[in-house]
């Protein structure tokens, strides 16, 4: 791709803010840098494009296995005038799955932190709540033969250790990523007032609100922001499911977008910035300059009106039926440990989550 020089520059303090619990101030829009397959060869430019156009928030992960041509865009942004400094940028980055062993987590996160070439990051993630790492590209059918399912006292193992590099200035905030509602009681019951994760990044989009959960989450002071806002419409055909709809050809969607005279691109992400009182964030990634710059207005302006925000949201009454339909595009199946049975549900409904490795083998005795 190259960069569309017509389009108009977008002013980074236009862009809506999010307060995180530790007081720092969060752009809502966050730069997607997954690549799928397909775009890892345009996700250099398209993140110069991105910080070119207006973008000042990254999301970032080890798993994406492009943090060294995501911190080259960075480099070469701020070489450009783009921006004056990295400081200039939210950075957010995620432990990955394999590297939760405690001796791993720091020396990934120096990993990161040098690829990116930054020496503090703005929120580091846990990028997944079970340690199971799968191979880049992985089919559905890929299994972990060391799969485990959530087990507390290890993962408090790990989160330890993401406290260690908040407290030792090499990460400005935690957070987590996919915490389910019984993983996060048991976390937020087990740490002190610092050590609480202050976001969680979570599947979010006008099909898959997650109303509830998020909700819960707030109520702990948990910003949520929401990934594949867009109902990641180019996702490979090995992640694509006969029950998955497409959030853009949703027909109010489409309704709002020709009533506004606009896409609905821009309404799903219009209505991401703007519902709940505007508490979250999304984060959406393109490789075409035109929706870079679309995406990244979304987050300037209250374009959808309380009512139109009430026809996807709805309200639970039979007249504002809103448009969720807990349509979940990332099913995990790669993550699935044996007792699961091969049922992805099993990931998110909570029903296997262990306090302690003995009560997990003691579950195993039991089946
Ligand atoms: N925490 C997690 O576990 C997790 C999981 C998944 C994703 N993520 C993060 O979320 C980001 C977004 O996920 P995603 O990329 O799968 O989904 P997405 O942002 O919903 O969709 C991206 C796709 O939508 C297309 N698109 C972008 N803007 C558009 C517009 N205005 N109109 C029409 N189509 C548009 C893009 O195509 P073009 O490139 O051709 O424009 C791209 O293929 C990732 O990049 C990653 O940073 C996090």
Known sequence: MTLDTSLKLIDPESVRKVRLSSDVAMPVAAFGTFHSDWAQEHM???????????????????????????????????????????????????????????????????????????????????????????????????????????IH?????????????????????????NHTAACMKLLLRDVGITERPSCNQMEMHPLMQQTALRREFESENILCTGYMALGSPNRPARDRFDEHLSDLDNATLCDLASELGVSPARIALNWAAQRENGSGGYVAMSTTPK????????ATDDLL???????????????????????????????????????????????????????????KLSL
């Open 291 to 298: 929706r870079i710059h679309e995406n990244l207005l979304a």
């Open 153 to 177: 006292e290890e993962f408090m193992e790990t989160w330890e250790e993401l406290c260690n590099a908040k407290r030792a200035g090499k990460v400005v905030d935690i957070g987590t990523s």
């Open 305 to 363: 009106s309380p009512a139109q925000l009430l026809r996807i949201s709805g309200d639970g009454s039979e007249e504002n039926p809103g448009i969720d339909m807990d349509n979940r595009l990332i099913w995990g199946q790669v993550f699935l440990w044996p007792e699961a049975a091969g049922d992805w549900k099993v990931l998110w409904n909570d029903s296997q989550v262990f306090e302690s490795r003995s009560e997990y083998d003691q579950f």
């Open 44 to 150: 250099y430019q398209a993140t110069l494009e991105a910080i070119r156009l207006g973008w000042r928030h990254l999301d970032t992960a080890r798993a994406y296995e492009n943090e060294a041509l995501i911190g080259a865009a960075i480099k070469e942004s701020v070489r450009l005038g783009y921006i004056s400094s990295v400081e200039d940028l939210f950075i957010t980055g995620k432990l990955w799955n394999g590297h939760m062993n405690p001796k791993d987590v720091l020396p990934a996160l120096e990993g990161t932190l040098t690829a990116l070439g930054i020496n503090q990051i703005d929120m580091y993630l846990n990028h997944w709540p079970w340690p199971n790492a799968h191979v880049h590209g992985a089919g559905t059918e890929f299994r972990n033969s060391d799969a485990v399912p959530y």
